[in-house]
Nanobody, 121 residues
């Protein structure tokens, strides 16, 4: 069984910065794409950023130039550096990983429990 655990959320003033981290744990797995999604109250979960195993990145237009996704394959971690935060960035942020079981070779998506980011204006 694979688990994703996020950390780093909190309260920040508009214009401030936060860094989210997510670590994958378990056994017999290989991580493909990792990413961050967010869900604000009353809204659907939306993509924030993704990063492939080789480092290719993709960002939502709303965060381009402000957020940076990175990963450490050896540590099985993904990070989201969030700068110039805006009140509209306030949401629960979820870590996502597409993981392959190296025994069964099956692929599936895993999600973390979420971490709250609150931006005060």
């Amino acid at each position: 069984q694979v688990q994703l655990v996020e950390s780093g959320g909190g309260l920040v003033q508009a214009g401030g910065s936060l860094r989210l981290s997510c670590v994958a744990s378990g056994s017999s797995f290989s991580i493909n794409t990792m990413g961050w999604y967010r869900q604000a109250p009353g809204k659907q979960r939306e993509l924030v950023a993704t990063i492939t195993r080789s480092g290719g990145t993709n960002y939502a237009d709303s965060v381009k130039g402000r957020f940076t996704i990175s990963r450490d394959n050896a540590k099985k971690m993904v990070y989201l550096q969030m700068n110039s935060l805006k009140p509209e960035d306030m949401a629960v942020y979820y870590c996502n990983a597409r993981i392959q079981n190296i025994v069964t070779m099956t692929l599936r998506d895993y999600w973390g429990q979420g971490t709250q980011v609150t931006v005060s204006s």
